[in-house]
């Protein structure tokens, strides 16, 4: 079965620009997840959505960062204008449902971004 | 949100044993306990959860103290590709929060 899947998986670009990253969750999920890893916060949970619709955006660092969900096997995370600070490595994860805490979320192999 | 505490580090030898404890004092009873592992350049991977009674499946086995206030990964025998993260997590409905986790490194 296939996972979750990212693109790209790395993406090194300058300040200042536009950056978008893409998941396809596993088919039949309803929930999905974009974390951020770096050294120095670790794994925080940005954004999740049901349905597709945005649930708690609390996470989001700032109005620079924006995500869709236009349907149930696609999402996208945008950064613009990127800053060197976005640095990190973004993962989309995805779940069969959510409440009651039981059911664990399958992640991708994450993008590595770099902004000089 | 409750917090965990784990160990920075364990290291264990191929074939082993390991046992990766949790402590959650502030567990509340509704809170699931989650177990994901991250190996090098990859997503976390779920590996196991529990309420209150010990669980088991073919990765690892989870012991969970009477009082819920504190947990226990087991991973029976080790190999060089358990070599990972490995985060301990209550699980409130929706969100994962994972904190430093215990690093493990299996010696061959």
């Known amino acids: 079965d296939a996972g979750v899947i990212q693109s790209p998986r790395h993406e090194v670009t300058e300040m200042g620009q536009e950056v978008t990253l893409r998941c396809k969750p596993i088919s039949g999920h309803n929930s999905l997840f974009w974390y951020r890893q770096t050294m120095m916060r670790g794994l925080e949970l940005l954004i999740y959505f049901n349905n597709n619709v945005p649930i708690d955006d609390s996470g989001m660092p700032e109005d620079r960062f924006s995500a869709k969900m236009p349907n149930a096997s696609f999402s996208t995370l945008k950064i613009q204008p990127s800053e060197p600070r976005d640095s990190a490595v973004y993962f989309c994860?995805?779940?069969?449902?959510?409440?009651?805490?039981?059911?664990?979320?399958?992640f991708g192999d994450g993008t590595r971004l770099s902004i000089l | 949100d409750a917090k965990t505490t784990q160990p920075n580090s364990m290291e264990s030898n191929e074939e082993e044993p390991v046992h990766l404890p949790c402590n959650h004092s502030t567990i509340s009873g509704t809170d699931y306990i989650h177990w994901y592992r991250q190996l090098p350049s990859q997503g976390p991977e779920y590996v196991i959860h529990g309420l209150t009674s010990n669980v088991n499946n073919r990765m690892a086995s989870l012991a969970i103290a009477e009082d819920r206030k504190s947990s226990t990964l087991i991973l029976h025998r080790a190999t060089l590709r358990d070599a990972a993260v490995y985060y301990c997590?209550?699980?409130?409905?929706?969100?994962?929060?994972f904190g430093a986790g215990t690093t493990v490194t299996v010696r061959a």
């Open positions: 997590i209550l699980r409130d409905p929706y969100k994962l929060s």
């Open positions: 994860a995805s779940s069969s449902g959510l409440g009651h805490g039981t059911k664990p979320q399958h």
